[in-house]
């Protein structure tokens, strides 16, 4: 059985930092492109950012760059996402995506004071 979970969500001030990792079960990341999501209350899931297979290339959302940062470790079987700068408005859940399949159920990240 597949299963992505994601975990190290929580309550942060503003500017703080939160590290967020992906724990895959039943499937090899190693041969996914891996991806983290973010669904805001009332809006859209949107894309945040994005790792190829081997770690190699990464890419960002516009509204994370240069805070937000993708990595990787393929023998562990887990993603992760270094959140720094924290803002109010990067309150939402986060999914963790390998492939074009396999979704977690996400952690809840809340920047408020």
């Known amino acids: 059985q597949v299963q992505l979970v994601e975990s190290g969500g929580g309550l942060v001030q503003p500017g703080g930092s939160l590290r967020l990792s992906c724990g895959a079960s039943g499937l090899p990341i190693s041969i996914y492109l891996m991806r983290w999501y973010r669904q805001a209350p009332g809006k859209e899931r949107e894309w945040v950012a994005s790792?190829?297979?081997?770690?190699?290339?990464?890419a960002y959302a516009d509204a994370v760059k240069g805070r937000f940062t993708i990595s990787r470790d393929n023998p562990k079987n887990t993603v992760y996402l270094e959140m720094k700068s924290l803002k109010p408005e990067d309150t939402a859940v986060y999914y963790c995506?390998?492939?074009?399949?396999?979704w977690g159920k996400g952690t809840l990240v809340t920047v408020s004071t």
């Open positions: 995506r390998a492939g074009t399949t396999y």
């Open positions: 790792i190829d297979n081997t770690g190699g290339t990464s």
